[in-house]
Protein backbone atom coordinates (compact mmCIF):
# COMPACT_ATOMS: atom_id res chain seq x y z
CA UNK A 1 0.00 0.00 0.00
CA UNK A 2 1.47 3.34 -0.57
CA UNK A 3 1.29 5.96 1.12
CA UNK A 4 -1.20 8.24 -0.87
CA UNK A 5 -3.62 5.29 -0.16
CA UNK A 6 -3.11 4.68 3.41
CA UNK A 7 -3.62 8.66 4.18
CA UNK A 8 -6.44 8.47 2.13
CA UNK A 9 -7.55 5.12 4.14
CA UNK A 10 -7.02 6.74 7.26
CA UNK A 11 -8.83 9.82 6.71
CA UNK A 12 -11.91 7.92 5.31
CA UNK A 13 -11.82 5.84 8.25
CA UNK A 14 -11.15 8.47 11.04
CA UNK A 15 -14.02 9.73 13.11
CA UNK A 16 -15.06 13.37 12.36
CA UNK A 17 -15.04 15.56 15.59
CA UNK A 18 -17.29 18.93 15.79
CA UNK A 19 -15.05 21.19 16.83
CA UNK A 20 -17.90 23.29 17.88
CA UNK A 21 -19.62 20.98 20.02
CA UNK A 22 -15.42 20.45 21.72
CA UNK A 23 -15.47 23.96 22.48
CA UNK A 24 -18.21 24.46 23.79
CA UNK A 25 -18.42 21.33 25.99
CA UNK A 26 -15.11 22.19 26.99
CA UNK A 27 -16.70 25.51 27.60
CA UNK A 28 -18.95 24.31 30.09
CA UNK A 29 -17.45 21.65 32.15
CA UNK A 30 -14.18 23.90 32.56
CA UNK A 31 -16.54 26.54 33.67
CA UNK A 32 -18.29 24.14 35.81
CA UNK A 33 -14.98 23.07 37.53
CA UNK A 34 -13.94 26.51 38.13
CA UNK A 35 -17.67 27.60 39.55
CA UNK A 36 -16.92 23.97 42.37
CA UNK A 37 -13.37 25.38 42.89
CA UNK A 38 -15.23 28.97 44.03
CA UNK A 39 -17.18 27.65 45.97
CA UNK A 40 -15.01 25.35 47.88
CA UNK A 41 -12.74 27.73 48.15
CA UNK A 42 -15.45 30.28 49.89
CA UNK A 43 -16.61 27.21 51.99
CA UNK A 44 -13.17 26.86 53.32
CA UNK A 45 -12.19 30.54 53.93
CA UNK A 46 -15.72 31.27 55.67
CA UNK A 47 -16.06 27.46 57.83
CA UNK A 48 -12.23 27.43 58.50
CA UNK A 49 -11.61 31.77 58.99
CA UNK A 50 -8.52 31.34 56.59
CA UNK A 51 -7.69 33.84 54.35
CA UNK A 52 -8.81 33.49 50.76
CA UNK A 53 -4.95 33.03 49.45
CA UNK A 54 -4.80 29.82 51.79
CA UNK A 55 -7.88 28.24 51.18
CA UNK A 56 -7.39 28.55 47.09
CA UNK A 57 -4.10 26.54 48.41
CA UNK A 58 -6.14 24.14 50.11
CA UNK A 59 -8.85 24.18 47.40
CA UNK A 60 -5.95 23.24 44.63
CA UNK A 61 -5.05 20.52 47.03
CA UNK A 62 -8.42 19.01 47.14
CA UNK A 63 -8.54 19.08 43.58
CA UNK A 64 -5.53 17.75 42.84
CA UNK A 65 -6.30 14.65 45.23
CA UNK A 66 -10.25 14.45 43.76
CA UNK A 67 -8.68 13.80 40.08
CA UNK A 68 -5.98 11.27 41.17
CA UNK A 69 -8.56 9.33 43.02
CA UNK A 70 -10.84 9.56 40.61
CA UNK A 71 -7.98 8.30 38.05
CA UNK A 72 -7.21 5.41 39.98
CA UNK A 73 -10.98 4.38 40.64
CA UNK A 74 -11.25 4.49 36.85
CA UNK A 75 -14.12 6.25 36.12
CA UNK A 76 -12.14 9.85 35.07
CA UNK A 77 -11.22 8.64 31.93
CA UNK A 78 -14.96 8.52 30.95
CA UNK A 79 -15.78 11.79 32.46
CA UNK A 80 -12.62 13.18 30.31
CA UNK A 81 -13.62 11.08 27.04
CA UNK A 82 -16.69 13.17 27.06
CA UNK A 83 -15.52 16.90 28.75
CA UNK A 84 -12.36 16.36 27.05
CA UNK A 85 -10.39 19.78 27.14
CA UNK A 86 -12.87 21.37 30.18
CA UNK A 87 -11.13 18.52 32.95
CA UNK A 88 -8.00 17.83 30.59
CA UNK A 89 -6.21 21.65 30.54
CA UNK A 90 -6.99 22.53 34.29
CA UNK A 91 -5.38 21.24 36.94
CA UNK A 92 -7.26 17.97 37.00
CA UNK A 93 -5.34 17.47 33.86
CA UNK A 94 -2.03 17.82 35.49
CA UNK A 95 -2.65 15.31 38.47
CA UNK A 96 -4.89 13.22 35.90
CA UNK A 97 -1.41 12.61 33.72
CA UNK A 98 0.56 11.62 36.79
CA UNK A 99 -1.39 9.45 38.42
CA UNK A 100 -1.81 7.53 34.77
CA UNK A 101 2.25 7.12 34.74
CA UNK A 102 2.24 5.84 38.47
CA UNK A 103 -0.35 3.38 37.83
CA UNK A 104 1.24 2.29 34.56
CA UNK A 105 4.30 1.60 36.16
CA UNK A 106 2.84 -0.10 39.50
CA UNK A 107 4.12 -3.13 38.64
CA UNK A 108 8.00 -2.40 38.69
CA UNK A 109 7.41 -1.44 42.70
CA UNK A 110 7.63 1.98 44.09
CA UNK A 111 11.03 3.50 43.98
CA UNK A 112 11.39 2.17 40.15
CA UNK A 113 7.71 2.07 38.60
CA UNK A 114 5.91 4.72 40.42
CA UNK A 115 8.82 6.76 42.08
CA UNK A 116 10.70 7.04 38.54
CA UNK A 117 7.46 7.25 36.37
CA UNK A 118 5.27 9.65 38.57
CA UNK A 119 6.63 12.54 36.77
CA UNK A 120 7.02 11.23 32.98
CA UNK A 121 4.27 13.06 31.44
CA UNK A 122 4.07 16.34 33.98
CA UNK A 123 8.23 16.82 34.65
CA UNK A 124 8.08 19.04 31.34
CA UNK A 125 5.30 21.21 32.41
CA UNK A 126 7.45 21.54 35.85
CA UNK A 127 10.81 21.99 34.54
CA UNK A 128 9.62 24.92 32.13
CA UNK A 129 7.05 26.33 34.86
CA UNK A 130 10.22 26.71 37.20
CA UNK A 131 12.47 28.30 34.32
CA UNK A 132 9.79 30.81 32.90
CA UNK A 133 9.46 31.95 36.82
CA UNK A 134 12.91 32.53 37.19
CA UNK A 135 12.85 34.59 34.43
CA UNK A 136 9.90 36.08 35.47
CA UNK A 137 11.32 36.97 39.07
CA UNK A 138 14.88 38.42 37.24
CA UNK A 139 12.81 40.78 34.78
CA UNK A 140 10.39 41.91 38.41
CA UNK A 141 13.85 42.34 40.17
CA UNK A 142 15.09 44.80 37.53
CA UNK A 143 11.93 46.62 37.04
CA UNK A 144 10.89 46.81 40.45
Known amino acids: ?3 KEYKSL ?10 IINVLTAFIFGGFIGILAEALANFISNNYQ ?6 YLYTSIIIVCLA ?5 LGFFD ?9 LIVPTTGF ?6 SALDYKKEGFTKGIGGNIFKLTGSI ?11 ALI ?5
Open 10 to 19: VKELSTKENK
Open 126 to 136: ILYTIVVSFFL
Open 68 to 72: SIFTG
Open 1 to 3: MKE
Open 140 to 144: KGYFA
Open 78 to 86: KIVSFAKAG
Open 50 to 55: LPVDES
Open 95 to 100: AHSMTC
